[in-house]
């Protein structure tokens, strides 16, 4: 469909909008001065998510700076939480803190608040009325397995330790949990779709801690919950999932989960994914976020590999993971100038 008015959501759908389009995860960041400049503003991150005039604004900065063909929604995974009943606050240098973390309380404990959510609404409806129209608008949640990591440790961990030993100890209440997340993200997405995004990303940013069998249980099983809840209510709304470090199960992630497009790390060979990978499935990526950092023939390099190994089918430019906080503006504007080219 040459001339597609969204081109990002034209290959979500499987079709070919004649261009490539591009956008980058967390692209609306610490990257960008206007990003720092309003965060100092507000006083912290939360005030910033949770205020809709200043999150609408972050989640346009970078559409208005570089024309991304896509906007994604300024929030955070741990909303989800938090509307569950958690505390949260983040800590300057250290993070976010979940309170009571799981672990060593119970889930019927918690007090859902799902008004906690009315704001993020609020957002994407200020974002909706703003953006191009030539701009796909993207929501998205952490998927459960991911989210429920925070949740049990109240915090983040390199090896997700407490929430791996948990599922072990005691698996019927991490389904409980599992599936406490699973209900309210499904919620979650659908308030963002009736406030007005066109797609939907689901976070799996620890899929890679599991081992095959809990991949399936804890990442596959929940995230095909979603997609299929969420369908039943917005069959024509593309869902794109991404287990970040699936490795070499992304193949059952793409077969069984349901989502319409497969985010790639920059793990993954590209050219492996197109061999493997159902055909026509749209997806998303690769791109080394070290590789944007480094900038000149480097990148030139990388880019060209990416497009060259899955050329025919439905693609969209992106990082492998979320943009690192001292990428250089410049060599963002030479990778859309690589890709426009």
């Given at each position: 469909?040459?001339?597609?008015?969204k081109p990002l959501?034209?290959?979500?759908?499987?079709?070919?909008?004649?261009?490539?389009?591009?956008?980058?995860?967390?692209?609306?960041?610490?990257?960008?001065?206007?990003?720092?400049?309003?965060?100092?503003?507000?006083?912290?991150?939360?005030?910033?998510?949770?205020?809709?005039?200043?999150?609408?604004?972050?989640?346009?900065?970078?559409?208005?700076?570089?024309?991304?063909?896509?906007?994604?929604?300024?929030?955070?995974?741990?909303?989800?939480?938090?509307?569950?009943?958690?505390?949260?606050?983040?800590?300057?240098?250290?993070?976010?803190?979940?309170?009571?973390?799981?672990?060593?309380?119970?889930?019927?404990?918690?007090?859902?608040?799902?008004?906690?959510?009315?704001?993020?609404?609020?957002?994407?409806?200020?974002?909706?009325?703003?953006?191009?129209?030539?701009?796909?608008?993207?929501?998205?949640?952490?998927?459960?397995?991911?989210?429920?990591?925070?949740?049990?440790?109240?915090?983040?961990?390199?090896?997700?330790?407490?929430?791996?030993?948990?599922?072990?100890?005691?698996?019927?209440a991490f389904a409980?949990?599992?599936?406490?997340?699973?209900?309210?993200?499904?919620?979650?997405?659908?308030?963002?779709?009736?406030?007005?995004?066109?797609?939907?990303?689901?976070?799996?940013?620890?899929?890679?801690?599991?081992?095959?069998?809990?991949?399936?249980?804890?990442?596959?099983?929940?995230?095909?919950?979603?997609?299929?809840?969420?369908?039943?209510?917005?069959?024509?709304?593309?869902?794109?999932?991404?287990?970040?470090?699936?490795?070499?199960?992304?193949?059952?992630?793409?077969?069984?989960?349901?989502?319409?497009?497969?985010?790639?790390?920059?793990?993954?060979?590209?050219?492996?994914?197109?061999?493997?990978?159902?055909?026509?499935?749209?997806?998303?990526?690769?791109?080394?976020?070290?590789?944007?950092?480094?900038?000149?023939?480097?990148?030139?390099?990388?880019?060209?590999?990416?497009?060259?190994?899955?050329?025919?089918?439905?693609?969209?430019?992106?990082?492998?993971?979320?943009?690192?906080?001292?990428?250089?503006?410049?060599?963002?504007e030479q990778l859309?100038?690589?890709?426009?080219?």
């Amino acid at each position: 469909m040459p001339g597609s008015p969204k081109p990002l959501l034209t290959v979500l759908n499987g079709g070919n909008p004649g261009i490539l389009p591009i956008w980058l995860m967390r692209q609306a960041g610490r990257y960008l001065p206007e990003y720092r400049a309003l965060r100092a503003d507000k006083g912290g991150f939360l005030e910033l998510v949770y205020d809709g005039d200043a999150a609408a604004e972050v989640t346009l900065q970078p559409i208005r700076r570089f024309g991304f063909d896509g906007a994604i929604l300024f929030s955070d995974i741990l909303i989800v939480p938090h509307a569950l009943g958690q505390d949260l606050v983040f800590e300057a240098g250290e993070g976010p803190r979940l309170s009571p973390p799981l672990v060593d309380h119970a889930l019927a404990a918690l007090q859902a608040v799902p008004e906690r959510l009315d704001a993020v609404y609020r957002t994407v409806d200020k974002v909706k009325r703003a953006l191009p129209p030539e701009t796909t608008f993207l929501g998205f949640a952490g998927s459960p397995w991911t989210v429920a990591t925070y949740m049990i440790a109240g915090q983040g961990s390199k090896e997700q330790a407490a929430a791996r030993r948990y599922a072990y100890r005691d698996p019927v209440a991490f389904a409980e949990i599992i599936d406490a997340v699973v209900a309210m993200t499904v919620d979650y997405l659908s308030g963002q779709v009736r406030a007005g995004v066109e797609a939907v990303q689901l976070f799996d940013s620890w899929a890679g801690s599991l081992s095959p069998a809990q991949f399936e249980d804890w990442v596959i099983a929940p995230n095909a919950a979603i997609v299929s809840a969420f369908k039943a209510r917005h069959p024509d709304v593309p869902v794109i999932g991404f287990p970040k470090g699936a490795g070499g199960k992304l193949g059952a992630y793409a077969r069984e989960v349901g989502a319409d497009a497969i985010g790639l790390d920059e793990t993954v060979d590209p050219a492996w994914a197109n061999r493997e990978l159902p055909a026509g499935l749209p997806v998303q990526g690769n791109l080394d976020p070290l590789a944007l950092i480094a900038g000149g023939p480097a990148l030139e390099t990388a880019v060209s590999r990416i497009i060259s190994a899955l050329n025919g089918r439905p693609h969209v430019f992106n990082l492998g993971h979320g943009i690192l906080p001292d990428t250089p503006i410049a060599h963002v504007e030479q990778l859309i100038r690589l890709i426009r080219g």
